[in-house]
């Protein structure tokens, strides 16, 4: 099942089905939308339930302008409280949480991949995610994308993967790299619209609308 959740900033949410079906194919019209100038997106992930879930995995990117970035990150800054180290949904209280809702229109778009299959290992989940996430960002004409670093061996598995795609003609055009999460404040954007998606956070500046394609 396809969930596209539409807002001020277009905000897609993809659900995969278990593996095997065909609807996991990428067949058909794209999704996606090309837009205008370079564009560059930042990737974090989410592991519902704490971890515990095993049937379950999601990835946001947050698509940008390169134009627009110096913008968002002092924005990004502004925002952090000092306790912390760079803005974390988590470590949120509830009125910060909404308030950063807001941050999030500095981006172009938004891609949510939610993988609710059959259980399996992270890297496994994950893997799953980033094959089709490199197929809508490729439809965007997104050109790199930045992911928040997990350590060497997790980073060098996404290589591995990344690389596996290209050679399948899936994003082969697109470049990417890995950054610790302090060293690059967009990367909290994706951290926002990831707990965003997982809490089914709302405010005034997000207009749901839900539309299912089998």
Known sequence: MKTIVSMAVPFVTLNLDPPGSARNRFVGEPTGTQYAGPMQ????????????????YVL???????NGEDEAREAIRRATPRRMRK????????????????????AVAIVVIHYTGRPARTE????????????????RGVSRVVFESRGPA?????????DSLRARGLGAELQYEHVRGGLEP????????????????????????VVRAE
């Open 87 to 106: 803005l974390h949904w988590y470590e949120a209280l509830g009125e910060q949480r909404l308030s950063w809702l807001d941050l999030l229109r500095h």
């Open 41 to 56: 997106a930042y990737v974090d992930e989410s592991e519902p339930g704490g971890g515990r879930d095993h049937a379950a």
């Open 154 to 162: 997790r980073d060098a598995g996404d290589a591995s993967m990344m």
């Open 186 to 209: 967009l990367l909290s954007l994706a951290d926002i619209a990831c707990g965003m998606h997982v809490h089914g956070a709302e405010s005034e500046h997000v207009r749901v609308e």
């Open 60 to 66: 946001a990117a947050v698509i940008m302008r390169t």
């Open 124 to 139: 496994r989940r994950r893997r799953r995610c980033l094959e089709r996430l490199a197929w809508e960002l490729d439809q």
